[in-house]
């Protein structure tokens, strides 16, 4: 390790990306541990690193945080070429001091971390006996040479299960942008989910979800996907489907069909938004794949038969008719695709329509500039609605494809 100095014209050569400057690993044997194609980067570093998002006071710096791969037990390591400095050098600048950067990261680890490799490269041994806490809900099989993937349930209650989750929940940070840890994690209507995959009894986490089981009214119940995370090495190989299939059948299974008032997410991500788009419509096609049930205009009596299938709220049971509906259009009936370009247009601009009722009300809040502001992207609407129902139908057409439906 050496000392550097800046005089001022050089401070950019002292920073640098925080994203890929840390580098996560699962190690399930020793010799992975200097295997640099395990290691995955993060997605965010904002609320370990700092808004910035960038590293201070080194060159070449490497923060190396391991895990066990499934008792994820976790080793961390920080690695430099230089230092800066403030001393020792005349007419140099008075400068910070470096980034404490285990330090940010040992505040967001909630658990105790190991500092010696070898340390840590003692504890794979005991991987092959690890047992997954809470109750195994779905086994499939995703590669060739017997290897299989499984997921397990449980809450509070589940013996083992909070003391693991504390190791589990230190991934959401880095790849959730607004994730927490749970304040009220003993609460009991809290279920959590985990991945895994089992390569001839030797398990690997995968990913990991979490939902609340919120009181509607009061007698319902409706569940709320807050957390839902599958791990870069494992990514678009489709475990999030799985995952996500698994926490709704769990979801009808806990709760009968009229305690179940519906299946939310909280704030979706876009990916998440399409995964659901996805499974949903997959979901839906398979319980009822009646050409007709599609071809006729959204009622209270198609809502209720697609709800009754997806446990979901209105406007993502409309969304999930309308793809539906996209792909059981007849290619040479105009007529029909025209009613359907109108229908979805309609739904598009309700949301303006419904603005204009308030205009009065407004006009007597506003300037008369401010007003006519408000008139003149409203003429733009128009344009807009084309725009907007262009996008959706190509975000439909996706959905339907990935789905196998297109």
Not at 88 to 107: F, K, R, Y
Not at 179 to 187: K, L, P, R, V, W
Not at 290 to 310: N, T
């Amino acid at each position: 390790m050496e000392t550097g100095m800046f005089t001022g014209s050089d401070k950019s050569e002292w920073i640098c990306e925080a994203i890929g400057a840390i580098e996560l690993k699962l190690v399930q044997e020793e010799e992975d541990i200097e295997k640099d194609d395990l290691g995955f980067a993060p997605e965010f570093t904002h609320q370990i690193i700092g808004q910035s998002e960038t590293i201070y006071g080194y060159k070449n710096p490497k923060l190396k945080l391991y895990y066990t791969a499934a008792t994820l037990k976790a080793y961390m390591a920080f690695e430099y070429s230089e230092v800066v400095s403030s001393s020792g050098a005349s007419g140099a600048v008075e400068v910070a001091a470096p980034d404490d950067v285990q330090q940010l990261v040992g505040e967001w680890l909630d658990h105790a971390w190991m500092t010696s490799r070898d340390v840590f490269a003692s504890h794979l041994a005991a991987e092959e006996a690890f047992e997954p806490v809470g109750e195994l809900i779905h086994q499939y099989t995703r590669d060739a040479g017997g290897v299989t993937y499984e997921i397990y349930t449980g809450n509070a209650e589940t013996p083992g299960l909070l003391d693991y989750h504390k190791r589990v929940q230190t991934f959401f940070v880095w790849f959730i942008e607004a994730a927490q840890y749970f304040s009220d994690i003993e609460d009991e209507r809290r279920q959590f989910y985990y991945l895994y995959q089992n390569r001839q009894g030797r398990r690997a986490f995968v990913g990991a979800a979490t939902v609340y089981n919120y009181y509607a009214w009061w007698d319902k119940v409706r569940p709320r996907i807050s957390q839902f995370l599958i791990l870069p090495p494992y990514q678009k190989q489709g475990h999030a489907g799985e995952l996500l299939n698994a926490i709704y059948n769990k979801c009808k299974s806990l709760f009968t069909e009229a305690e179940l008032a519906g299946i939310a997410v909280e704030d979706p991500a876009e990916g998440f938004v399409r995964l659901r788009d996805k499974v949903d419509v997959q979901r839906c096609w398979e319980a009822l794949p009646d050409a007709a049930l599609y071809q006729q205009p959204f009622s209270p009596a198609v809502d209720a038969a697609i709800h009754a299938v997806l446990h979901t709220g209105k406007a993502q049971t409309r969304r999930v008719f309308e793809m539906l509906q996209l792909h059981t259009l007849p290619p040479d009936d105009r007529a029909a695709r025209d009613r359907y370009r109108l229908a979805v247009k309609r739904r598009l601009v309700q949301p303006h329509l419904a603005q204009q009722l308030k205009d009065p009300k407004l006009q007597a809040q506003l300037t008369p500039e401010e007003f006519n502001n408000i008139l003149t992207e409203r003429r733009k609407i128009p344009n807009d609605l084309q725009t907007s129902y262009t996008q959706l139908i190509d975000q439909y057409r996706d959905v339907l494809f990935r789905a196998g439906l297109r």
